[in-house]
């Protein structure tokens, strides 16, 4: 029978899915391998055939590894929580979860008609309460630990509650908030309750404190920096503002030197991991304290602006401060006559995110608040000024400006006008608008005298701590992460307030559950959703927290719930934590450097602090997959001579001779670029009446490669592909469009060749009659030449992640054993399981009829590579009569001519050649050519 894909890949999907073929035990005595992709947020729209690119990856190595005798975990889930499915919710009424099931079905159906080798038993949906009581009971765990500075690690609350009982805060070095109290023993023994919840909660690895947030109030939630884009958030386009919220943040900085030095230690891309470098933003410098005048110029003894620098020896060059927009000081410090000014820059600051903020190196703005502060070192006033490109979270929300050492200073110094201090070397000005970096390379000052660098900075740091206006700082530009979001479709936080202090639910009470509302809004007095709930209060005079937890909260961990999904005690049992310890092998995309990779991190760091498990890195190796791109088709539509247009449209090639309008058309109505015209006349009503100028008789379409959305009917859906191919061809054919790593354009042109390949697969195990023959001779050396050659090449290829490589490999394999015409069992079955990886439908049915127990061949041995038949012995000699190729011959490269000569004339085909003639010469070159001249 000839190759019916269709039977076929139904017949085994159903198989492995009612045997659990690809189940994995957290027991065996096989090596474990854990391979993960990130997974997918299930979306209305399915997946297009850019999405599978990075799991048919992931697969292919998976079924390998097991061919390899390793124990392999390939799980798949959701991350089910997420603002698309509240929008809808808000738009229809519709509960989130309903469209949430809904979604998870069709991913789902479209996850196994490819062919994935999953192991399903153990899938995860942060949407579900068995899954996110785990989420809740970690941040409990977060709650309850402070991070100790002395052992570099978190640590359960009550060791700091001993130490502040047994020597009060003085000794205690930790992660905290900038305002804790000193206090003694016998201090912290007359502090209330509350006062002591208050103290703790500065220490607490989860905490809650006024933060600035991207408010979008058309949404009605706070969105995170991914989520905005100039000034609008990403989804919707509503305006969002910069605004101050109470809300919890985790304290990510206590862990800011760990994250950097890990990334040391783990294979992975070299720009994920400088991306998370700049984002950690680790500098070297010194906190100084600018003590602030009063409006009379006196100074005020007990207020100052800290500042952080990283080159404390341009102090002599500072000529203005500049205060973050949102510092808590700026209402304070803005003079009457300021006022207005400070109001209305505040005002168009809230407009721009903070990524826009920092990504605009170009624009000067800023307003002078009217106050001064005093140069500690020099002594010299300097006027106080705000700023969009200074961040209240970074840093210490304040920087001073040296114009003479810094051109994005100086920019702003002679914007506003400001003075501009040079800084002497001792012999010449620094020409600053020349070269402003060499500013501050030498000081020389009445404070000191001709010191180099080296030399200055550690004596300015031990002056500045003497003076106690400052100290030598290590500073990260990585911020407490906030975790709150104003939305109802994510995990309720397990706190509840009481006299207006956060306290834990009881660890019984897990999971703390999404309580139903009538509506998915915020309510007529701005608060959150959740606060529509009816009769969800812990008790009288309680309320539970109304925030939930964020998009990045459920995929902060998952990987571990996979070790042990089923488990009601524990979020993994200790011993499935021993055994799979950490992924092996982690594929998803790179937009998710600074969010979800840097937050897991974070998680996986503190889960080992506290021992639950053992490695301090969750992700071994990331393989970052590219982006499939659409390629786009237009047709070209005619404007009259007014510009107005018609419903004529012209043909690519002809377009050149009419004013025309470029449209974008379903790529699914167009073959090899030629465009259906009745398809595309039934397409839109108002194409119904379509005229078109043809060229040969074709409409050619113009063609464009662009991001794959259904804005530019660009979208390839692979249920299509599959209806019409088969799965064992779209994995194949998405692999060979190019490198991994790489984009790369989709082109559904080239899947025929592929979907051919896998006939001509097909072919060598049947006859002409399509009957099932594979012969039990012994193979020849060509063959088993051809065979080692594709397990080197294969074994390789993946080992290495080059999989494109591979399937060019398996057409020439083919193609030889085709030529030679091979049908030997021990040649094919070894193909059938080099091949499984990449198209394992039809290499199960071939398995199986070559007389193999249904389901073992996942689990046999990938075939051992024999080096020494590839060892040039023999060589296909191509015969020449009269300089016309006519024929090649096998031949042993250890004969003679005379023996050579022999066994030609001996051939019966040859003879046919020569016609009943004698040869007149023979010319035989070895290892070359024969040719036979008559």
Same mark, same amino acid.
């Given at each position: 029978m000839d190759y019916q894909f269709k039977e076929i890949e139904q017949k085994w999907q159903k198989f492995w899915a009612d045997h659990q073929t690809f189940k994995a035990e957290s027991n065996s005595t096989k090596p474990k391998y854990y391979v993960l992709d990130m997974f997918p947020y299930p979306s209305g729209a399915g997946l297009h055939v850019g999405h599978p690119l990075g799991y048919i990856a992931s697969d292919i190595f998976s079924r390998y590894k097991r061919l390899k005798g390793f124990n392999v975990l390939h799980p798949m889930g959701y991350d089910s929580f997420g603002l698309p499915a509240e929008q809808y919710a808000i738009q229809t009424g519709q509960h989130p979860a309903i469209t949430t099931e809904a979604n998870i079905a069709t991913y789902?159906?479209?996850?196994?008609?490819?062919?994935?080798?999953?192991?399903?038993? =153990?899938?995860?949906?942060?949407?579900?309460?068995?899954?996110?009581?785990?989420?809740?009971? &970690?941040?409990?765990?977060?709650?309850?630990?402070?991070?100790?500075?002395?052992? *570099? =690690?978190?640590?359960?609350?009550?060791t700091l509650i001993e130490k502040f009982n047994t020597s009060g805060s003085a000794d205690v070095k930790a992660a905290c908030d900038e305002d804790v109290k000193s206090f003694m023993p016998s201090d912290w023994a007359t502090f209330t309750d509350e006062e002591k919840q208050i103290e703790l909660l500065k220490y607490r690895?989860?905490?809650? =404190?006024?933060?600035?947030?991207?408010?979008?109030?058309?949404?009605?939630?706070?969105?995170?920096?991914?989520?905005?884009?100039?000034?609008?958030?990403?989804?919707?386009?509503?305006?969002?503002?910069?605004?101050?919220?109470?809300?919890?943040?985790? =304290?990510?900085?206590?862990?800011?030197e760990r994250l950097l030095q890990g990334l040391d230690t783990i294979d992975w891309p070299e720009p994920i991991k400088e991306m998370q470098r700049n984002w950690i933003g680790k500098s070297v410098g010194a906190s100084v304290k600018f003590k602030i005048e009063t409006s009379d110029s006196e100074l005020r003894t007990s207020d100052y602006i800290e500042v952080f620098t990283t080159r404390v020896d341009t102090i002599f060059g500072v000529s203005y401060l500049v205060l973050a927009p949102e510092h808590e000081w700026v209402a304070e410090l803005t003079t009457p006559e300021q006022k207005q000014d400070i109001e209305n820059y505040i005002a168009q600051t809230r407009k721009k995110s903070e990524l826009d903020r920092m990504a605009d190196t170009k624009t000067v703005s800023g307003a002078f608040t009217g106050t001064y502060v005093i140069n500690p070192v020099s002594g010299e006033r300097v006027p106080l000024w705000i700023a969009d490109y200074v961040l209240a979270g970074y840093g210490t929300g304040a920087v001073m400006g040296v114009p003479s050492g810094d051109q994005r200073d100086w920019l702003f110094a002679t914007h506003f006008n400001l003075p501009i201090i040079q800084i002497l070397d001792g012999q010449q000005d620094i020409d600053v608008q020349a070269d402003a970096t060499k500013a501050g390379t030498y000081i020389n000052s009445g404070f000191i005298n001709g010191l180099t660098y080296k030399e200055a900075v550690p004596f300015l740091n031990n002056w500045l701590e003497e003076n106690k206006v400052g100290k030598a700082k290590v500073n990260f530009r990585q911020r407490d992460a906030i975790f709150g979001?104003?939305?109802?479709?994510?995990?309720?936080?397990?706190?509840?307030?009481?006299?207006?202090?956060?306290?834990?639910?009881?660890?019984?009470?897990?999971?703390? &559950?999404?309580?139903? &509302?009538?509506?998915?809004? #915020?309510?007529?007095t701005g608060e959150p959703p959740l606060a529509r709930a009816e009769g969800w209060v812990p008790k009288d005079g309680e309320h539970y927290e109304l925030s939930t937890m964020p998009g990045w909260a459920g995929s902060s961990w998952y990987w571990y719930r996979y070790m042990d999904a089923n488990n009601d005690a524990d979020f993994a049992s200790k011993e499935a934590v021993e055994y799979w310890k950490a992924v092996d092998l982690y594929i998803g995309g790179s937009e998710h450097a600074t969010g979800h990779l840097l937050y897991s991190r974070f998680w996986n760091k503190f889960l080992k602090d506290l021992d639950y498990t053992q490695e301090e890195e969750p992700f071994k190796k990331l393989i970052n997959q590219g982006m499939i791109q659409g390629r786009s088709n237009f047709v070209y539509r005619i404007n009259d001579e007014n510009g107005k247009p018609t419903n004529t449209y012209v043909s690519a090639g002809l377009r050149k001779e009419y004013k025309t309008s470029a449209l974008h058309v379903d790529v699914n109505i167009v073959e090899n670029d030629t465009l259906d015209l009745n398809k595309f006349k039934a397409w839109r009503e108002e194409y119904a009446n379509a005229e078109f100028i043809l060229e040969g008789g074709k409409y050619i379409c113009g063609v464009e490669v662009e991001k794959m959305s259904k804005s530019k009917f660009n979208v390839v859906n692979p249920d299509d592909l599959i209806e019409r191919y088969g799965a064992d061809t779209l994995r194949m054919y998405e692999m060979f469009l190019g490198p991994l790593e790489q984009s790369k354009p989709w082109n559904t042109n080239g899947i025929e060749g592929v979907f051919k390949f896998l006939r001509k697969f097909w072919r060598l195990f049947h006859n002409e009659a399509w009957e099932f023959t594979v012969s039990d001779t012994e193979p020849t050396k060509a063959e088993l030449k051809s065979l080692h050659k594709i397990i080197k090449k294969v074994q390789e290829d993946i080992e290495r992640f080059s999989f494109n490589t591979s399937v060019s490999s398996f057409m020439i394999a083919v193609n030889e054993l085709t030529d030679l015409k091979c049908n030997k069992r021990s040649i094919l079955q070894d193909m059938v399981v080099?091949?499984?990886?990449?198209?394992?439908?039809?290499?199960?049915?071939?398995?199986?009829?070559?007389?193999?127990?249904?389901?073992?061949?996942?689990?046999?041995?990938?075939?051992?590579?024999? #080096?020494?038949?590839?060892?040039? *012995?023999?060589?296909?000699y191509p015969v020449s009569v009269n300089g016309k190729m006519k024929m090649n011959l096998n031949l042993s490269l250890t004969l003679a001519q005379p023996e050579v000569e022999a066994i030609l004339f001996a051939n019966e085909q040859f003879q046919k050649f020569l016609d009943g003639k004698a040869p007149k010469k023979i010319i035989f070159v070895k290892g070359k050519i024969i040719n036979v001249v008559v």
């Open positions: 789902r159906r479209q996850l196994d008609q490819i062919g994935f080798s999953f192991d399903w038993s =153990r899938e995860v949906r942060t949407s579900e309460p068995s899954y996110y009581k785990w989420t809740q009971w &970690i941040f409990m765990q977060l709650f309850n630990s402070w991070y100790n500075l002395e052992n *570099d =690690r978190a640590e359960d609350i009550t690895l989860t905490y809650l =404190r006024e933060s600035t947030v991207n408010w979008c109030a058309a949404l009605g939630t706070v969105l995170a920096n991914d989520e905005v884009k100039d000034g609008f958030s990403e989804r919707g386009g509503f305006p969002v503002e910069q605004k101050k919220m109470m809300q919890w943040s985790m =304290r990510i900085t206590a862990y800011s979001r104003q939305r109802y479709w994510g995990e309720p936080i397990p706190v509840y307030f009481k006299d207006g202090l956060p306290y834990l639910v009881k660890e019984e009470e897990l999971p703390l &559950i999404l309580p139903e &509302i009538d509506k998915y809004l #915020p309510t007529e080099i091949l499984s990886p990449y198209a394992p439908h039809i290499c199960e049915e071939l398995w199986v009829q070559l007389g193999n127990e249904a389901g073992t061949l996942s689990y046999t041995a990938f075939p051992v590579f024999n #080096p020494e038949h590839l060892v040039e *012995d023999e060589f296909a």
